[in-house]
């Protein structure tokens, strides 16, 4: 009963030793900028101290009007779903390709091809023929993020060390249980680092498709209190957009972590 | 000058038949696509029919409407500009990071919460602080396409043998000439891989850059084109964007290939 006591602190003072430079950096960032702002009394259309930024989020009458919780609500639904939807198609898609090889060697350069096109482009097409709302923001960020998941995963399950698979095929194993036993927790680490991408991309997706029409959403408001140049709300929308960026990516590498605990994490993975 | 029109049309001949299976797919998949259209009669708005959409690039009457000329420019400026803006602060910053572990530990963290966020997102701001036309969209691809390379980069000046390290500190190198003729030669491959990623990213940060504000670039013209739900202009656009894409990546592989002609080439990137 001692020992899983003992451990948690020491896991959890690992954890803050780990991120301290990360925390540091936003703490300074912070400081500097305030005092930047109040020292050089830069006026607050260019720069707005993060005071300005953060009361906006918070202060009533600033509320009233942008509706903070109707935005942040879009945009993370948008977000949420959109990761779901990439997670589970992404990893489901790739297990049907993997399984036969015939399909993997036809399917995955068109894949990788499709992936190195800048596929951001698309979302105006995306609204034409959606018109605009939350489906084609989920759309156009399921579109983007899509892509790594899959071909990620594929790559994965594919690459399995040979001997190994010579190993078991000789002890009889079906093909059924080389996936369940050796793709796909070979694959895991695979999957994770498409995940992660696609955390990123999920945010970078809603928020453009935002950004080319919509009537609601953090992207939404940063775009028009751009055409007013009214820059606190967009850096209260921008430090939001980060939060959320970052704290799904924080949830996918914990779950990495719960679901591989044998697998170091290189700190610095694009 | 007869000889170079020779090898000219002898070079021309060998693309195609080394090609040809890549061409045949294209010109089927267009066909299809052709026959798609007219078979079940799908509106124009929805989807034109590849004739519809090349017919906006070529056919004068059509093209003059659209100004292609000043937005293909617009946008290949902003992709290449930005493209070596990155190529050259990314391997810079990371030679910065190697060079000096105190350089290193105070960059690192920076780096790692920039890379997180989603930049794209700050496009608006650059907007009002530089007003719009192409420093805004240059920068804001810049932003999105430099970590990749950085962080490529630092991954190969220090992926190293330490064997090899130890070696040559045993001979006396200078650092200099460590990073000279170890670090630097071993990190190429993984420049170059950093470089391929970012010019999609280059591309990207262009067309939202134009998205967000512009009165010129492919981007603008995409986002015309769908107020006024005309969708051959926006297919063209979609096409001439990804070619863009696809051709500065193949100059940065064929860069590669001159760079390290050591280097067995694995098409998985």
């Known amino acids: ?270 | 000058m007869r000889a170079s029109a020779v090898s000219i049309t002898k070079s021309i001949i060998r693309f195609f038949v080394k090609h040809y299976t890549k061409l045949i797919s294209l010109a089927a998949f267009l066909v299809l696509w052709q026959l798609v259209i007219t078979v079940f009669g799908i509106k124009e708005f929805i989807i034109p029919s590849p004739l519809a959409t090349f017919s906006t690039l070529f056919v004068p009457d059509i093209a003059q409407r659209y100004n292609w000329l000043l937005h293909i420019r617009t946008t290949i400026s902003e992709v290449l500009i930005s493209f070596v803006v990155t190529a050259a602060t990314g391997v810079f910053v990371a030679l910065l990071m190697t060079w000096s572990r105190a350089l290193r530990r105070v960059i690192t963290p920076v780096l790692t919460l920039l890379n997180s966020l989603p930049k794209i997102a700050f496009a608006p701001l650059f907007l009002i602080w530089f007003g719009y036309g192409v420093v805004p969209n240059v920068i804001i691809a810049v932003l999105i396409a430099f970590f990749p390379v950085v962080i490529n980069t630092a991954t190969g000046l220090n992926a190293v043998e330490e064997d090899l390290l130890d070696l040559v500190h045993y001979l006396h190198a200078s650092k200099l000439q460590v990073f000279l003729k170890i670090r630097i030669p071993n990190s190429l491959p993984y420049i170059f891989s950093g470089f391929k990623i970012s010019t999609t990213l280059c591309v990207v940060g262009a067309i939202v850059g134009e998205f967000v504000a512009s009165a010129r670039g492919l981007g603008y013209l995409l986002k015309d084109a769908q107020a006024m739900i005309d969708s051959p202009p926006m297919f063209a656009s979609l096409i001439l964007v990804s070619v863009f894409g696809l051709s500065l990546f193949g100059a940065i592989s064929i860069l590669e290939r001159v760079a390290m002609p050591w280097q067995v080439r694995d098409e998985v990137s």
């Open chain 1, 1 to 270: 009963m001692l020992r899983p006591l003992q451990q948690e602190p020491r896991g959890l003072l690992k954890t803050l030793r780990k991120h301290s430079p990360s925390v540091f950096v936003v703490l300074a960032i912070l400081l500097v900028w305030q005092a930047a702002v109040s020292i050089f009394s830069i006026p607050e259309y260019v720069l707005p101290s993060p005071i300005t930024s953060l009361g906006h989020l918070f202060i009533r009458q600033t509320d009233a009007f942008y509706n903070w919780k109707v935005q942040i609500g879009t945009t993370v639904s948008e977000v949420l779903i959109s990761f779901a939807v990439t997670a589970a198609a992404g990893i489901i898609l790739a297990i049907l390709i993997a399984w036969s090889q015939w399909l993997r060697n036809l399917i995955m350069p068109f894949f990788i091809f499709v992936n190195s096109l800048p596929l951001i482009a698309i979302a105006p097409i995306i609204l034409l023929w959606f018109g605009y709302g939350l489906f084609t923001n989920i759309l156009i960020a399921f579109l983007v993020s899509f892509f790594p998941v899959i071909i990620n995963t594929t790559t994965g399950l594919s690459e399995v060390d040979d001997d190994l698979i010579d190993l078991v095929r000789y002890l009889k194993a079906s093909k059924w249980q080389i996936f369940i036993k050796i793709r796909i927790p070979n694959s895991l680490p695979y999957i994770f680092s498409g995940l992660k991408i696609a955390s990123t991309m999920c945010v970078v997706g809603a928020i453009v498709g935002e950004f080319v029409a919509s009537d609601r959403g953090l992207g939404y408001i940063i775009i028009n209190s751009q055409f007013t140049m009214d820059t606190p709300p967009i850096f209260a929308a921008l430090i939001v957009v980060s939060l959320l960026g970052v704290a799904l990516f924080a949830v996918v590498s914990l779950a990495e972590r719960i679901v591989m605990p044998w697998h170091q994490v290189e700190t610095m993975a694009v």
